[in-house]
């Protein structure tokens, strides 16, 4: 894994915590897309780039537990929801 590699990080159930470096030196809003196990689009969420380390929680309680797929910025990570 690259330090400049999207990964998921522990988080609450119904939540998926994401930590993109790329995102801690740009500005301006960034599309996050979380799709689910067919790769259809689920969830489009704006993320506000320049946080601290690039870290993200998205709050995704409504979707059933399961595997996802978060894409930012041309980056994809499969990630897994607990509810």
Do not use: F, S, W
Request: with cysteine; glycine share 8%; aromatic share 4%.
């Amino acid at each position: 894994m690259n330090v400049t590699d999207m990964q998921q990080l522990p988080a609450n159930r119904g939540q998926v915590r994401i930590q993109v470096p790329t995102l801690a030196y740009q500005q301006g809003t960034v599309q996050c897309t979380i799709y689910d196990a067919q790769q259809v689009p689920v969830r489009m969420i704006p993320l506000e780039a320049g946080h601290a380390r690039g870290v993200y929680t998205l709050q995704l309680a409504t979707l059933p537990a399961g595997k996802y797929t978060v894409q930012v910025k041309g980056q994809q990570l499969d990630v897994k929801l607990e509810q």
